[in-house]
Protein backbone atom coordinates (compact mmCIF):
# COMPACT_ATOMS: atom_id res chain seq x y z
CA UNK A 1 0.00 0.00 0.00
CA UNK A 2 1.33 3.67 -0.73
CA UNK A 3 0.53 5.83 2.02
CA UNK A 4 0.10 9.83 1.91
CA UNK A 5 1.42 10.76 5.16
CA UNK A 6 0.15 14.70 5.74
CA UNK A 7 1.79 17.33 8.43
CA UNK A 8 3.29 20.65 8.47
CA UNK A 9 6.10 19.87 10.12
CA UNK A 10 9.20 17.63 8.89
CA UNK A 11 11.35 17.61 12.02
CA UNK A 12 10.60 16.56 15.44
CA UNK A 13 8.43 19.55 17.09
CA UNK A 14 5.99 18.06 19.45
CA UNK A 15 3.70 15.28 20.13
CA UNK A 16 2.16 15.13 17.11
CA UNK A 17 4.75 14.88 14.82
CA UNK A 18 5.92 11.77 17.59
CA UNK A 19 3.08 10.07 16.45
CA UNK A 20 3.74 10.99 12.50
CA UNK A 21 7.62 9.87 12.36
CA UNK A 22 6.67 6.80 14.56
CA UNK A 23 3.13 6.01 12.04
CA UNK A 24 5.81 6.44 9.13
CA UNK A 25 8.20 3.90 10.55
CA UNK A 26 5.30 1.64 11.59
CA UNK A 27 4.10 1.79 8.30
CA UNK A 28 7.77 1.40 5.85
CA UNK A 29 8.85 -1.66 8.74
CA UNK A 30 5.54 -3.46 7.38
CA UNK A 31 6.47 -2.90 3.75
CA UNK A 32 4.45 -0.55 2.43
CA UNK A 33 6.14 3.13 0.83
CA UNK A 34 5.37 6.16 2.71
CA UNK A 35 4.93 9.35 0.57
CA UNK A 36 5.17 12.97 3.48
CA UNK A 37 3.89 16.11 1.90
CA UNK A 38 5.11 18.66 4.83
CA UNK A 39 6.34 22.38 4.82
CA UNK A 40 9.82 23.37 3.54
CA UNK A 41 12.31 24.15 6.90
CA UNK A 42 15.70 24.07 6.91
CA UNK A 43 15.37 21.80 10.38
CA UNK A 44 13.45 18.95 8.22
CA UNK A 45 14.85 15.38 7.87
CA UNK A 46 16.08 14.36 4.32
CA UNK A 47 13.61 13.22 2.31
CA UNK A 48 13.01 12.02 -1.29
CA UNK A 49 9.55 13.62 -1.46
CA UNK A 50 11.26 17.71 -0.46
CA UNK A 51 11.29 18.95 -3.54
CA UNK A 52 7.00 18.64 -3.59
CA UNK A 53 7.43 19.96 -0.08
CA UNK A 54 5.58 23.75 0.46
CA UNK A 55 7.33 27.24 0.99
CA UNK A 56 5.81 28.73 3.86
CA UNK A 57 7.26 30.81 7.34
CA UNK A 58 6.97 29.80 10.38
CA UNK A 59 4.11 32.59 11.10
CA UNK A 60 4.39 32.11 15.38
CA UNK A 61 8.26 33.20 15.49
CA UNK A 62 7.17 35.81 12.22
CA UNK A 63 6.62 39.84 12.93
CA UNK A 64 3.13 41.90 12.50
CA UNK A 65 4.03 42.50 8.70
CA UNK A 66 4.86 39.07 7.66
CA UNK A 67 1.38 37.93 9.16
CA UNK A 68 -0.72 40.36 7.64
CA UNK A 69 1.32 39.54 4.20
CA UNK A 70 0.36 35.52 4.66
CA UNK A 71 -3.28 36.20 6.05
CA UNK A 72 -4.85 34.71 2.68
CA UNK A 73 -2.69 32.05 2.35
CA UNK A 74 -3.16 31.03 5.95
CA UNK A 75 -7.09 30.56 5.18
CA UNK A 76 -6.13 29.00 1.71
CA UNK A 77 -2.70 28.09 0.47
CA UNK A 78 -3.01 28.17 -3.25
CA UNK A 79 0.98 27.13 -3.46
CA UNK A 80 -0.14 23.96 -1.08
CA UNK A 81 -2.97 23.11 -3.35
CA UNK A 82 -0.64 22.85 -6.52
CA UNK A 83 2.26 20.87 -4.55
CA UNK A 84 0.16 18.64 -4.15
CA UNK A 85 -1.56 18.26 -6.99
CA UNK A 86 1.61 18.04 -9.03
CA UNK A 87 2.51 14.80 -6.16
CA UNK A 88 -0.81 13.01 -6.75
CA UNK A 89 0.05 12.87 -10.32
CA UNK A 90 3.32 11.55 -9.88
CA UNK A 91 2.70 9.31 -7.10
CA UNK A 92 -0.90 8.20 -6.90
CA UNK A 93 -0.95 6.85 -3.16
CA UNK A 94 -3.99 4.61 -2.38
CA UNK A 95 -4.85 6.58 1.22
CA UNK A 96 -4.24 10.03 2.44
CA UNK A 97 -3.68 10.54 6.61
CA UNK A 98 -3.41 13.91 7.57
CA UNK A 99 -2.40 15.10 10.78
CA UNK A 100 -1.77 18.95 10.63
CA UNK A 101 -2.66 20.87 8.02
CA UNK A 102 -4.13 24.19 9.82
CA UNK A 103 -1.98 27.76 9.55
CA UNK A 104 0.19 26.53 6.65
CA UNK A 105 -0.88 23.73 4.16
CA UNK A 106 -4.93 24.75 4.93
CA UNK A 107 -7.64 23.02 4.01
CA UNK A 108 -7.12 24.04 0.25
CA UNK A 109 -5.52 20.78 0.20
CA UNK A 110 -8.83 18.84 0.82
CA UNK A 111 -10.46 19.50 -2.80
CA UNK A 112 -7.16 18.43 -4.54
CA UNK A 113 -7.81 15.43 -2.95
CA UNK A 114 -11.33 14.60 -3.71
CA UNK A 115 -10.69 15.61 -7.15
CA UNK A 116 -7.53 12.44 -7.38
CA UNK A 117 -10.72 10.47 -5.58
CA UNK A 118 -7.79 9.97 -2.48
CA UNK A 119 -9.83 8.45 0.48
CA UNK A 120 -8.48 10.35 3.47
CA UNK A 121 -8.10 9.92 7.50
CA UNK A 122 -7.29 12.45 9.68
CA UNK A 123 -5.69 11.89 13.09
CA UNK A 124 -7.11 14.66 15.54
CA UNK A 125 -4.07 15.92 17.37
CA UNK A 126 -5.76 19.00 19.17
CA UNK A 127 -9.23 20.77 18.68
CA UNK A 128 -8.46 22.86 15.95
CA UNK A 129 -11.82 21.51 13.82
CA UNK A 130 -13.97 23.51 16.50
CA UNK A 131 -12.06 25.68 18.36
CA UNK A 132 -10.26 28.50 16.37
CA UNK A 133 -7.27 28.54 18.39
CA UNK A 134 -7.10 25.29 19.07
CA UNK A 135 -6.56 25.09 22.73
CA UNK A 136 -9.79 25.51 24.06
CA UNK A 137 -8.60 28.23 26.50
CA UNK A 138 -8.89 31.89 26.12
CA UNK A 139 -6.96 35.01 25.85
CA UNK A 140 -6.28 34.82 30.14
CA UNK A 141 -5.74 30.56 29.78
CA UNK A 142 -9.22 29.98 31.44
CA UNK A 143 -10.93 27.09 29.73
CA UNK A 144 -13.32 28.37 27.53
CA UNK A 145 -15.83 26.74 25.06
CA UNK A 146 -17.99 30.32 23.34
CA UNK A 147 -17.07 29.05 19.98
CA UNK A 148 -19.73 25.74 20.98
CA UNK A 149 -21.93 27.53 18.45
CA UNK A 150 -20.06 28.09 15.40
CA UNK A 151 -19.75 31.87 16.91
CA UNK A 152 -15.96 32.26 16.39
CA UNK A 153 -16.10 35.70 16.54
CA UNK A 154 -15.76 35.25 20.48
CA UNK A 155 -11.90 34.03 19.80
CA UNK A 156 -11.03 37.81 18.53
CA UNK A 157 -13.30 39.51 21.24
CA UNK A 158 -11.71 37.27 23.79
CA UNK A 159 -8.36 37.75 21.96
CA UNK A 160 -7.64 33.69 22.75
CA UNK A 161 -4.22 33.00 20.80
CA UNK A 162 -2.39 34.02 23.51
CA UNK A 163 -3.92 37.95 23.72
CA UNK A 164 -3.13 39.11 20.54
CA UNK A 165 -5.30 40.56 18.55
CA UNK A 166 -3.84 39.76 14.79
CA UNK A 167 -3.39 36.41 15.65
CA UNK A 168 -6.94 35.93 16.78
CA UNK A 169 -8.11 37.72 13.68
CA UNK A 170 -6.37 35.53 11.52
CA UNK A 171 -7.87 31.79 13.66
CA UNK A 172 -10.93 33.36 13.39
CA UNK A 173 -11.02 33.81 9.76
CA UNK A 174 -10.16 30.56 9.15
CA UNK A 175 -12.96 28.85 10.90
CA UNK A 176 -15.35 31.25 9.17
CA UNK A 177 -13.82 29.84 5.98
CA UNK A 178 -14.10 26.29 7.13
CA UNK A 179 -17.42 26.62 8.66
CA UNK A 180 -18.98 28.59 4.87
CA UNK A 181 -16.47 27.42 2.45
CA UNK A 182 -14.64 24.38 2.75
CA UNK A 183 -15.47 22.29 5.88
CA UNK A 184 -13.30 19.52 6.33
CA UNK A 185 -16.46 16.87 7.57
CA UNK A 186 -16.92 17.05 3.80
CA UNK A 187 -13.95 15.74 2.36
CA UNK A 188 -12.53 13.60 5.08
CA UNK A 189 -14.12 9.70 5.29
CA UNK A 190 -12.96 9.06 8.87
CA UNK A 191 -11.27 10.96 11.96
CA UNK A 192 -8.78 9.36 14.21
CA UNK A 193 -9.47 10.18 17.84
CA UNK A 194 -6.90 9.98 20.10
CA UNK A 195 -8.48 9.89 23.42
CA UNK A 196 -12.72 9.15 24.25
CA UNK A 197 -12.62 12.85 25.69
CA UNK A 198 -11.74 14.58 22.35
CA UNK A 199 -14.51 12.13 20.48
CA UNK A 200 -17.19 13.07 22.99
CA UNK A 201 -16.03 16.63 22.60
CA UNK A 202 -16.16 17.33 18.85
CA UNK A 203 -19.62 15.34 18.64
CA UNK A 204 -20.97 17.67 21.53
CA UNK A 205 -20.21 20.31 18.95
CA UNK A 206 -21.43 18.72 15.72
CA UNK A 207 -23.51 15.65 15.49
CA UNK A 208 -21.37 15.44 11.65
CA UNK A 209 -18.47 13.88 13.71
CA UNK A 210 -20.45 10.86 15.05
CA UNK A 211 -20.92 8.80 11.88
CA UNK A 212 -16.98 9.23 10.76
CA UNK A 213 -15.44 9.09 14.44
CA UNK A 214 -13.08 6.30 15.24
CA UNK A 215 -11.28 6.66 18.81
CA UNK A 216 -7.90 4.99 18.30
CA UNK A 217 -5.37 5.84 21.21
CA UNK A 218 -1.62 6.65 20.10
CA UNK A 219 1.61 4.25 20.28
CA UNK A 220 4.97 4.58 21.01
CA UNK A 221 7.77 2.69 19.40
CA UNK A 222 10.03 2.37 22.40
CA UNK A 223 11.00 -1.17 23.63
CA UNK A 224 9.86 -2.38 27.25
CA UNK A 225 12.79 -3.46 28.93
CA UNK A 226 12.54 -4.07 32.94
CA UNK A 227 11.99 -0.97 35.24
CA UNK A 228 14.84 0.61 35.81
CA UNK A 229 16.70 2.23 39.15
CA UNK A 230 14.86 5.33 40.33
CA UNK A 231 16.83 8.40 40.93
CA UNK A 232 15.39 10.72 43.58
CA UNK A 233 13.72 13.64 41.30
CA UNK A 234 10.48 14.50 39.47
CA UNK A 235 9.94 15.20 35.77
CA UNK A 236 8.50 17.43 33.39
CA UNK A 237 8.73 16.85 29.63
CA UNK A 238 7.02 18.34 26.86
CA UNK A 239 6.58 22.21 25.79
CA UNK A 240 7.47 25.12 28.32
CA UNK A 241 4.24 27.21 28.00
CA UNK A 242 0.81 28.77 29.78
CA UNK A 243 -1.78 25.87 29.15
CA UNK A 244 0.40 23.17 30.23
CA UNK A 245 0.19 24.26 33.70
CA UNK A 246 4.09 25.15 34.48
CA UNK A 247 3.55 28.19 36.17
CA UNK A 248 1.60 26.20 38.40
CA UNK A 249 4.06 23.32 39.14
CA UNK A 250 6.61 26.00 39.82
CA UNK A 251 4.37 27.04 42.30
CA UNK A 252 4.13 23.93 44.11
CA UNK A 253 8.04 23.15 43.97
CA UNK A 254 8.35 26.58 46.02
CA UNK A 255 5.87 24.96 48.91
CA UNK A 256 8.19 21.65 48.17
CA UNK A 257 11.77 22.46 48.70
CA UNK A 258 13.54 19.27 49.37
CA UNK A 259 11.69 17.81 45.95
CA UNK A 260 14.03 18.02 43.13
CA UNK A 261 12.43 18.27 39.67
CA UNK A 262 13.87 18.59 36.31
CA UNK A 263 12.05 20.27 33.10
CA UNK A 264 12.80 19.01 30.23
CA UNK A 265 12.04 21.05 26.80
CA UNK A 266 11.53 23.96 25.65
CA UNK A 267 8.83 27.20 24.84
CA UNK A 268 7.88 30.73 25.10
CA UNK A 269 8.20 30.92 29.16
CA UNK A 270 11.38 29.21 29.49
CA UNK A 271 13.77 32.34 30.23
CA UNK A 272 10.79 33.96 31.96
CA UNK A 273 10.48 30.78 34.51
CA UNK A 274 14.14 30.18 34.77
CA UNK A 275 14.77 33.59 35.92
CA UNK A 276 12.57 32.95 38.85
CA UNK A 277 12.39 29.31 39.21
CA UNK A 278 13.43 27.97 42.41
CA UNK A 279 16.72 26.80 43.85
CA UNK A 280 15.20 22.82 43.20
CA UNK A 281 14.04 23.12 39.57
CA UNK A 282 16.67 22.25 37.38
CA UNK A 283 16.52 23.04 33.39
CA UNK A 284 17.98 20.85 31.18
CA UNK A 285 16.96 21.67 27.78
CA UNK A 286 15.87 20.15 24.64
CA UNK A 287 16.21 16.42 24.81
CA UNK A 288 15.23 13.57 22.55
CA UNK A 289 16.00 9.40 21.86
CA UNK A 290 18.09 7.94 24.47
CA UNK A 291 18.84 10.96 26.34
CA UNK A 292 15.37 11.46 26.93
CA UNK A 293 14.28 8.17 27.56
CA UNK A 294 16.70 7.69 30.54
CA UNK A 295 15.80 10.78 32.17
CA UNK A 296 12.21 9.49 32.30
CA UNK A 297 13.35 6.24 32.93
CA UNK A 298 15.21 7.34 36.20
CA UNK A 299 12.47 9.51 37.70
CA UNK A 300 10.30 8.66 40.77
CA UNK A 301 7.08 10.26 38.58
CA UNK A 302 6.63 12.29 35.43
CA UNK A 303 4.44 15.49 36.28
CA UNK A 304 2.09 16.22 33.40
CA UNK A 305 -0.05 19.52 35.19
CA UNK A 306 -1.89 20.65 31.88
CA UNK A 307 -4.48 23.33 32.08
CA UNK A 308 -6.07 22.46 28.95
CA UNK A 309 -7.89 19.54 27.27
CA UNK A 310 -5.23 17.46 26.86
CA UNK A 311 -5.60 14.96 24.53
CA UNK A 312 -3.97 11.49 24.08
CA UNK A 313 -0.19 12.79 25.79
CA UNK A 314 2.98 11.23 24.80
CA UNK A 315 4.47 11.88 27.83
CA UNK A 316 2.43 9.82 29.80
CA UNK A 317 2.73 6.69 27.25
CA UNK A 318 6.23 6.98 27.05
CA UNK A 319 6.42 7.27 30.64
CA UNK A 320 4.24 4.73 31.42
CA UNK A 321 5.99 2.00 29.00
CA UNK A 322 9.30 3.06 30.40
CA UNK A 323 7.59 1.89 34.00
CA UNK A 324 7.46 5.50 35.37
CA UNK A 325 4.47 6.49 36.94
CA UNK A 326 2.19 9.81 36.44
CA UNK A 327 0.93 12.22 38.29
CA UNK A 328 -0.84 14.31 35.84
CA UNK A 329 -4.23 17.01 35.92
CA UNK A 330 -7.70 15.59 35.72
CA UNK A 331 -8.92 17.32 32.36
CA UNK A 332 -9.17 16.72 29.03
CA UNK A 333 -7.78 12.30 28.25
CA UNK A 334 -5.28 12.45 30.45
CA UNK A 335 -7.89 10.64 33.26
CA UNK A 336 -8.36 8.03 30.57
CA UNK A 337 -4.87 6.78 31.15
CA UNK A 338 -3.91 7.21 34.62
CA UNK A 339 -5.83 4.72 37.42
CA UNK A 340 -5.92 6.64 40.60
CA UNK A 341 -3.80 5.10 43.35
CA UNK A 342 -2.89 2.32 40.71
CA UNK A 343 -0.49 3.86 37.65
CA UNK A 344 0.11 7.23 39.02
CA UNK A 345 -2.39 10.03 40.88
CA UNK A 346 -4.46 12.78 39.57
CA UNK A 347 -5.39 16.32 40.67
CA UNK A 348 -7.52 19.44 40.00
CA UNK A 349 -5.59 21.93 37.57
CA UNK A 350 -4.60 25.04 38.70
CA UNK A 351 -5.06 23.68 41.93
CA UNK A 352 -1.47 24.35 43.39
CA UNK A 353 -2.25 23.31 47.20
CA UNK A 354 -3.96 20.06 45.75
CA UNK A 355 -0.81 19.47 43.56
CA UNK A 356 1.50 20.05 46.71
CA UNK A 357 -0.12 17.39 48.50
CA UNK A 358 0.01 14.70 45.77
CA UNK A 359 3.19 15.09 45.42
CA UNK A 360 4.03 14.26 48.90
CA UNK A 361 1.93 11.69 48.89
CA UNK A 362 3.64 9.97 46.06
CA UNK A 363 6.82 10.46 46.91
CA UNK A 364 5.55 8.83 50.27
CA UNK A 365 4.73 5.76 49.29
CA UNK A 366 6.32 2.79 50.90
CA UNK A 367 8.87 0.77 48.65
CA UNK A 368 6.82 -1.99 47.73
CA UNK A 369 3.37 -0.47 46.55
CA UNK A 370 5.76 2.29 44.75
CA UNK A 371 7.18 -0.78 43.14
CA UNK A 372 3.78 -2.31 41.91
CA UNK A 373 2.84 1.18 40.79
CA UNK A 374 5.47 0.80 38.44
CA UNK A 375 4.64 -2.55 37.17
CA UNK A 376 1.08 -1.60 37.09
CA UNK A 377 1.99 1.61 34.50
CA UNK A 378 3.94 -0.81 32.46
CA UNK A 379 1.50 -3.02 31.95
CA UNK A 380 -1.35 -0.78 31.19
CA UNK A 381 1.14 0.65 28.33
CA UNK A 382 1.37 -3.20 27.20
CA UNK A 383 -2.25 -3.23 27.04
CA UNK A 384 -3.10 -0.22 25.05
CA UNK A 385 0.08 1.14 23.24
CA UNK A 386 1.74 -1.50 21.66
CA UNK A 387 2.88 -0.88 18.12
CA UNK A 388 1.83 -4.26 16.44
CA UNK A 389 -2.45 -3.84 18.22
CA UNK A 390 -2.13 -0.13 16.91
CA UNK A 391 -0.81 -1.03 13.48
CA UNK A 392 -3.59 -4.22 12.93
CA UNK A 393 -6.38 -1.67 13.99
CA UNK A 394 -4.86 1.36 11.53
CA UNK A 395 -4.49 -1.03 8.82
CA UNK A 396 -8.39 -2.11 9.34
CA UNK A 397 -9.15 1.24 9.52
CA UNK A 398 -6.69 2.19 6.09
CA UNK A 399 -8.45 -0.82 4.05
CA UNK A 400 -12.40 -0.25 5.56
CA UNK A 401 -11.96 3.50 4.47
CA UNK A 402 -10.70 2.70 1.05
CA UNK A 403 -13.16 -0.08 0.60
CA UNK A 404 -15.74 2.35 1.67
CA UNK A 405 -14.62 5.30 -0.78
CA UNK A 406 -14.49 3.52 -3.79
CA UNK A 407 -17.59 1.72 -3.45
Known sequence: MKVLQINKYFYLK??????FFNTIQLLEQHGHTVAPFCLKDKKNRPSPYESYFVPYPELSESGLWDKARYITSFVYNRTAARQLDRLLRDERPDIAHIHLLF????????PVLKK?????????HDYRLICPAYLFTDGKGAVCERCRTG??????VNQCSKGRFLNSLMLTADSYF??????PTDYIDRFIFVSRFASDKHIEFSAKYAEKATVLSNFTSLQQTGISAKDNYLLYIGRISEEKGIPALMAAMRLCPDVHLKIVGTGPLLESLK????????F?????GDDLYGYIRRARFVVVPSEWYENNPMSVIESMTLGTPVIGSRIGGIPELIEEGVSGYLFEPRQVEQLRETIVKALSMPGEA?????????SFATDNFGREAYYQKLMSLYNNVIHNHNA
Open 370 to 378: YASMCREAQ
Open 151 to 156: HYYNCL
Open 103 to 110: NSLSVSIL
Open 178 to 183: RKYVIS
Open 275 to 282: SQSPRNVE
Open 14 to 19: GGAETV
Open 284 to 288: TGFKS
Open 116 to 124: HRIPVVMTV
